[in-house]
Nanobody
Framework: QVQLVESGGGLVQAGGSLRLSCAASERSFSSYAMAWFRQAPGKERDFVASISNIGSSTMYADSVKGRFTISRNNTANTTYLQMNSLKPEDTAVYYC????????????????WGQGTQVTVSE
């Protein structure tokens, strides 16, 4: 069982930046692709970004390309999401996910989820 704990959410003005972290309990962290999803009130959980198990490749949703960067530190069992140029439409609960696919881009591809962290971007 992999436990994922997100941190780093908060309130930020439009144009600002936040860095989310996701700490994993599993020693075999490097066996898993990692991803970030987000869910706004009343909407489905959407893919944001994913990174391969050794960090050599990444994928992004079109809505965040050029603004968000996913990375990982397999020594520290941690995945990060650097979010720059934030917009009000980025407001959502952000979830960390782990899976054994090359990338985790679908909700159904994720085997483990964190509890989520709120990101609110004001005008």
């Amino acid at each position: 069982q992999v436990q994922l704990v997100e941190s780093g959410g908060g309130l930020v003005q439009a144009g600002g930046s936040l860095r989310l972290s996701c700490a994993a309990s599993e020693r075999s962290f490097s066996s898993y692709a990692m991803a970030w999803f987000r869910q706004a009130p009343g909407k489905e959980r959407d893919f944001v970004a994913s990174i391969s198990n050794i960090g050599s490749s990444t994928m992004y949703a079109d809505s965040v390309k050029g603004r968000f960067t996913i990375s990982r530190n397999n020594t520290a069992n941690t995945t990060y999401l650097q979010m720059n140029s934030l917009k009000p439409e980025d407001t959502a609960v952000y979830y960390c996910a782990a899976g054994r696919a090359v990338f985790v881009v679908r909700v159904t591809s994720a085997e483990y989820w964190g509890q989520g962290t709120q990101v609110t971007v004001s005008e």
